[in-house]
């Protein structure tokens, strides 16, 4: 075998090993979030962790063994359903979360404050779910629930997550109380953002795209005051059907307010794009 192969497959072992770490460390992540501020206050943000917390109100059933119960039928009715392409990791995933559920049960409340509880436990919430995403897997539950619905309705599975989500937060409301509803859509919005977070980071870069009639003076100067690269892209008017040439530029937020001097010195007229880049691969950003 030649060292490029076991190299490979040294780095793909690697890898391997990584996905499994970020599956077992994010588990352990949304058990703490879940123990420590959703579970004790009583704040159901969807999923069928905001089912047992929901169950445990109204039967005093234990969360982690009502997860179990829900997730590995989920798990298995997405294999028929969906196939089999969930993979080891997903439920290793499917099994971890109960487990560490149940580990952590005497935790105890690290606040009684709901509202502190919603975004507290959101965002640790969030940031296990996400470090699960990153080992390419997910804790199963009312996900796969939603891409089941999702084949046999036709509706998006933004919609159907919507849909049992929002379910799980009237059911709150209803046994619990009102404000216990509203504290769990709270807690439901910061675990999203969250997780959007631990997935594509802060935005540390912008986008822009120039459209202008001085386009090599624009870029000319940002060649030398700047030191980006610029790209040409061919684009249409809509309204003229003439052909044009449209700049795009990556910088960093430190540069922005400079790039934007830049342009409006060279041509105030100009139309001007911009947008975040969550992550840039190449040569003056982060190496791939």
Not at 124 to 147: E, H, M, P, R, Y
Not at 250 to 260: C, G, I, W
Not at 265 to 274: G, L, Q, S
Request: hydrophobic share 50%; no cysteine; proline share 2%.
């Amino acid at each position: 075998m030649s060292k490029i192969n076991k190299n490979n497959i040294s780095n793909s072992t690697k890898d391997i090993i990584q996905e499994y770490i970020y599956v077992l460390l994010g588990a352990a992540v949304i058990a703490f979030g879940f123990n420590a501020f959703l579970f004790p206050n009583q704040v159901a943000s969807g999923g069928v962790s905001g089912i047992s917390t929901i169950l445990n109100g109204l039967f005093g059933w234990n969360a982690g063994i009502v997860q179990y119960a829900f997730n590995i039928p989920l798990f298995i009715a997405g294999v028929f359903v969906l196939g089999k392409n969930f993979g080891l990791k997903s439920f290793v995933g499917t099994l971890a979360l109960p487990f560490f559920v149940i580990v952590f049960a005497n935790i105890g409340a690290l606040t009684t404050n709901a509202l502190l509880a919603a975004l507290f436990g959101g965002i640790i919430v969030g940031l296990g779910i996400g470090f699960v995403f990153k080992g390419n897997a997910s804790t199963g539950g009312t996900d796969l629930l939603a891409q089941i619905i999702t084949k046999y309705t036709g509706l998006t599975l933004g919609t159907s997550v919507l849909l049992i989500d929002g379910i799980i937060a009237i059911s709150a409301a209803l046994v619990f109380d009102l404000e216990k509803g509203l504290y769990a859509l709270i807690g439901l919005f910061v675990t999203t953002k969250t997780i959007d977070i631990v997935q594509l980071g802060f935005s540390q870069s912008k986008m822009v795209y120039i459209i202008s009639n001085r386009q090599d003076e624009i870029r000319d100067a940002i060649y030398a005051d700047i030191d980006r690269g610029v790209t040409k892209v061919p684009a249409f008017g809509g309204y003229t059907g003439e052909e044009r040439l449209m700049l795009m530029v990556v910088v960093y937020q430190s540069e922005f307010t400079k790039l934007k001097q830049i342009i409006k010195t060279v041509d105030p007229a100009a139309f001007v794009i911009v947008s975040d880049a969550y992550e840039v691969l190449g040569e003056g950003f982060k190496r791939v």
